[in-house]
């Protein structure tokens, strides 16, 4: 519901990402050297980029555009976060065109004279409400709007896009006693460390190979490094079946628990890393 702190979390994701590499903040650089959004005393970007367009951004706005076409939002967000809040608010043309670049990483502009391609390899996050008052499903206010204006508010982000969003988290409302509550919990920093070894156990795996995380894996590397044994193939076979999980979304699930395990500093993926990533997956009503 409104209020529970879904764009807080959001805006605070950065402060967990794990410090870019030289390659990495070179290629952040030549985007924002390109766009002309280079700070005259900033030579390399050295920070993740975080982008929080306005739903009223237009088609060009996210992709790119112009008569000579330059980078938008998607390659802006490069390497960073695209946070998008305000989900259903967001036009269904310029959330349509989010699934190529999620699935491709690189966004093609094509014009008269010519193409180019810039690079989109961006962590998507966004944020709704259940319904247009906010209050669906909430214990304690009543929702206002009819079953049909709650469905149709909901399928205005189409299943598609919604299959290429790897965790879903229902944000509750928050209580009183943990408003008033003083004790500091676990500081960013805290959960840095541990994403920064995470990520360096990936580096390893990955040693010689042209990628950096378990994010850009191919299907062919989801075969050599998420390897289930009998247990979690069954569990896996289960929810295939109960969950309707398409061919997308059973590589999306064993990229997601190999990082689960790898924040867990475990080698092999266990029913445990299997059953936490299946429950971030969306609900059917969602879909």
């Known amino acids: 519901p409104p209020g529970s702190g879904k764009t807080l979390m959001a805006r605070a994701l950065p402060s967990i990402l794990p410090a870019m590499t030289i390659d990495e903040e070179l290629d952040v650089t030549r985007i924002y ?3 002309d959004m280079l700070p005259s005393d900033v030579p390399l970007i050295r920070a993740r980029p975080f982008r929080a367009p306005h739903h009223t951004i237009s088609h060009a706005g996210l992709v790119g555009g112009g008569n000579w076409p330059h980078p ?3 390659s802006l967000a490069h390497r960073g976060v695209l946070f998008l809040d305000e989900l259903p608010e967001f036009s ?3 959330l349509e065109v989010l699934r190529q670049p999620l699935e491709d990483k690189v966004v093609t502009i094509s014009r008269a004279q010519g193409s180019l391609t ?3 390899n961006f962590q998507l996050t966004a944020a709704m409400n259940p319904c247009p008052c906010g209050y669906y499903g909430d214990a304690t206010r ?3 709007c009819s079953s049909t204006t709650v469905t149709r508010y909901q399928k205005r982000i189409s299943g598609p896009l919604m299959d290429r969003i790897d965790i879903h988290i229902q944000v509750p409302r928050v209580e009183f006693q ?7 919990g676990e500081s960013s920093a805290d959960v840095r460390q541990r994403v920064e ?4 156990r990936q580096r390893e795996r990955f040693d010689g190979i042209a990628i950096n995380s378990n994010a850009d894996m191919h299907p062919a ?3 050599k490094f998420c390897v289930l044994d009998d247990a979690c193939q069954s569990l896996m076979k289960t929810a295939m079946r109960q969950l309707q999980l398409t061919a997308r979304a059973y590589h999306r699930v064993l990229k997601l628990s190999r990082t689960i395990a790898d924040l867990a500093s475990a080698e092999a993926i266990t029913q445990v890393h299997l059953a936490e990533a299946l429950q971030y997956r969306p609900k059917l009503d969602l879909m």
Do not use: M, N, W
């Open 142 to 144: 009543p929702c206002t």
């Open 197 to 200: 070894a995470a990520r360096q």
């Open 118 to 120: 810039f690079p989109a």
């Open 92 to 94: 269904s043309k310029v």
């Open 221 to 223: 590397h989801i075969r």
């Open 33 to 35: 050297s390109v766009a």
């Open 178 to 184: 943990k408003l008033r509550d003083l004790r500091p």
């Open 72 to 74: 938008g939002e998607i």
